[in-house]
């Protein structure tokens, strides 16, 4: 059974930098057409990709946030981090812990609420 | 970049069928994927690669995906089925993983 869990701060104050981390097991990163992915939905509204890892260190990235944003992973501790710079009140979302299969995204975290607010 | 739209919201009465449509350049050429999301729940995939359905979706839900317009077909709706539903797409040239903008249905 795959499991992913979000993890991280739930406020933060405009201008600092967000870091997330996924814990995840009932898989392994190494296997072949599989990432971990971030994807964001802000209250109310769509879902929007963020970035994703494979593997092989693989890295992709939505090119509207590609400048503030970094996913890396730690395959030894099943976790994958995202650390996104110059956070601001538009940045108020759940964000999700996924993974990507092939084309599509399969599982999903229980998402966690990040408010940016002074 | 890709860009995918749906309707804003689609209202249905139980029993019925409720189709849900995803409009993109030649969408008939990718493969699209479609998650239900209840409210305050995370989403679950319901529809890959235009028509599969994963373990444990009921037959009540379908897709079909030609030229410009992919749609989500779900049949004998019923209660539970009522969230938002979305669409997406592979991009390898410029988001890989692209939303559609949602489509909440209501059961009426």
């Known amino acids: 059974q795959i499991t992913l869990r979000e993890s991280g701060p739930a406020l933060v104050k405009p201008t600092q930098t967000l870091t997330l981390t996924c814990t995840f097991s009932g898989f392994s990163l190494s296997s072949s057409g599989l990432g971990v992915g971030w994807i964001r939905q802000p209250p109310g509204k769509a879902l929007e990709f963020l970035a994703l890892?494979?593997?092989?260190?693989?890295?992709r990235y939505s090119p509207s946030l590609k400048h503030r944003v970094t996913i890396t992973k730690d395959a030894s501790k099943n976790q994958v981090a995202l650390t996104m710079t110059n956070m601001d009140p538009v940045d108020t979302a759940t964000y999700y812990c996924s993974t990507v299969v092939d084309k599509y995204v399969d599982d999903w975290g229980q998402g966690t609420l990040v408010t940016v607010s002074s | 970049s890709f860009v995918l739209t749906q309707p804003p919201s689609v209202s249905v009465a139980p029993g019925q069928t409720a189709k849900i449509t995803c409009g993109g350049n030649n969408i008939g050429s990718k493969s699209v994927h479609w998650y239900q999301q209840k409210a305050g729940q995370a989403p679950i995939l319901v529809i890959h690669?235009?028509?599969d359905r994963p373990s444990g979706i009921p037959e009540r839900f379908s897709g079909s995906n030609s030229e410009n317009t992919a749609t989500l077909t779900i049949s004998r709706v019923e209660a539970g089925d009522e969230a938002d539903y979305y669409c997406?797409?592979?991009?390898?040239?410029?988001?890989?993983?692209?939303f559609g903008g949602g489509t909440k249905v209501t059961v009426l």
């Open positions: 690669y235009d028509s």
């Open positions: 890892i494979y593997g092989d260190d693989d890295k």
């Open positions: 997406q797409v592979w991009d390898s040239i410029s988001d890989p993983v692209i």
